[in-house]
């Protein structure tokens, strides 16, 4: 079994291209049906879901336009911690059909408070679309509309995430080993 080593870690294959590829053409079949006549937004947050869009959106048939956007964490004043901003949204996404595009949904606790920034600029409809899930994790209740795979609470790189900033360029997604 090919291993991948990043820094102190191992790494093995877990879920090989194909089986990638063949989730993220069925998901987008699925939104090529939902939004048939409309003009969707998607919402493709950075870094990790750069890989995961690229290859979602040339499998999406529908007249669409796509942004990048990022959260940024600051150390807060306030003692419950980090607090985020939304960074680069520069479309209007009032009336729009959103479409986010998300890498990983662990507690949920980004998403969550993604789609409530999000919500305060009066899209049409705000859908979440993840490549993985880790149901295991999910502290919030988040209505998650697409998802690629569910996944064991185990890290993973590959395929766009990282380890320690290493990692996104692997065809295939790993899981760490011990
Ligand atoms: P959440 O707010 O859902 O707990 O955090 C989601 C974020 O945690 C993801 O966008 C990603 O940056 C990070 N994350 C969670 N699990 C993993 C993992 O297994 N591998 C990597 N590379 N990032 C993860
Ligand atoms: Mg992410």
Do not use: W
Not at 144 to 164: A, E, H, Q
């Amino acid at each position: 079994m090919e291993t991948l080593q990043i820094k102190d870690k191992k790494f093995a294959v877990s879920i090989p291209e194909a089986e990638i590829l063949e989730q993220v053409r069925r998901v987008a079949g699925e939104i090529n049906r939902d939004f048939a006549g409309r003009e969707p937004v998607f919402l493709a947050v950075l870094n990790g879901s750069f890989v995961f869009a690229a290859d979602l959106l040339r499998e999406v048939k529908l007249p669409s336009q796509i942004s990048f956007i990022k959260l940024a964490s600051y150390e807060g004043t306030a003692s419950s911690g980090a607090v985020k901003e939304l960074v680069g949204l520069n479309t209007d996404i009032a009336g729009r059909d959103v479409i986010i595009v998300e890498d990983i949904i662990d507690s949920g606790l980004t998403m969550e408070y993604l789609t409530g920034l999000l919500a305060q600029r009066h899209p049409h409809s705000v859908s979440v679309c993840t490549l993985l899930l880790k149901p295991g994790n999910l502290k919030v209740n988040l209505d998650i509309r697409y998802k690629c795979f569910s996944i064991p609470n185990d890290f993973i790189v590959g395929y766009g995430l990282d380890y320690d900033g290493y990692g996104r360029n692997t065809r295939d997604i790993y899981t760490v080993v011990d």
